[in-house]
Each structure stands twice: as C-alpha cells, then as structure tokens.
C-alpha cells in the first residue's frame, strides 16, 4: 500500500517562485508557532490558571491575525501555514512520548518544504493543479 508519492516537478520561473514563497510561508508559520509555544508556556508556568499551547489553538490564533499581520500569506496555498504547525505539534508529541528532541527553528535553504492534503491539488494528465499558481506544473514520477 502506498501511503506517499514521490513526484519530480519541473517548475519554471514563476512556478519555483511559488513553491519558495509556500516553502517560506511555512517555514515562517513553524518558527512563529514555535516562539509563541515557548512564550505561552512560559506565561503557563507563572500562571497556572491560563491554558498550555496546543497546536489547535495555535492554528487559530495565526489564522485569526494573519490578515492584519501577516497579509502575504494570503497568496499561496493555505495548507502551507496549517500543515506547518501541524507538524510542530506532532513535533512536540514526539518529543513528550520521548522518541524525540525539543523542536527546534527551521532554517532557511536547509529546511525548505511544505505539504499539501489531497484536498489541495489535483492530477490531471501529467499536470499537478496547485491552488493559487496559476501555471499547472509538468511531472513524472520518481
């Protein structure tokens, strides 16, 4: 049973432009989840009564200022964002169960990546249909 595809694409200009922009979106969206996890349960620890960060309320409160803060990343593809925190908090569930380490930021050029649901594209051919790039990507697979 095949749980993932690997598809090389072939992106032109403008098409690499856009998958950088999502990569960095959520790479931005991590790293932000990340500091406001830490500052959350640092305020947690000093005061019992407020709630500790979970990755559901985490989502939330990036999509609730996103707009007003954050207005550029309104022009890719949502899941980019979503997807990314995510992955933070099965980061962190990973690291309280003891299989891993403390997450740590994601870095530029080495941590280069997003994720899509199957939801968020369509194969149509041999043409992949990613919300929000206009221009269909060619592919073959791998």
């Not at 959350?40 to 999509?63: I, M, T, W």
């Not at 899509?116 to 041999?126: A, I, Y």
Request: aromatic residues 12%; glycine residues 2%; positive net charge.
């Amino acid at each position: 049973m095949y749980l993932a595809h690997r598809i090389r694409l072939d992106p032109n200009n403008v098409q690499a432009t856009y998958l950088a922009r999502c990569a960095g979106t959520a790479r931005f969206a991590y790293n932000w989840a990340l500091a406001e996890w830490k500052r959350q349960y640092e305020a947690c620890k000093l005061d019992p009564a407020l709630p500790k960060p979970n990755e559901a309320a985490l989502r939330r409160q990036l999509n609730a200022i996103k707009r007003e803060m954050f207005p550029w990343m309104l022009e890719v593809t949502k899941n980019a964002p979503q997807m990314a925190i995510q992955q933070l908090g099965c980061a962190f569930e990973n690291f309280f169960k003891g299989r891993a380490r403390y997450p740590r930021f994601r870095r530029k050029g080495r941590d280069d990546r997003f994720t899509l649901t199957n939801d968020q594209f369509s194969v149509e051919e041999k043409r992949i249909r990613i919300p929000k790039c206009r221009v269909p990507f060619d592919h073959k697979r791998v």
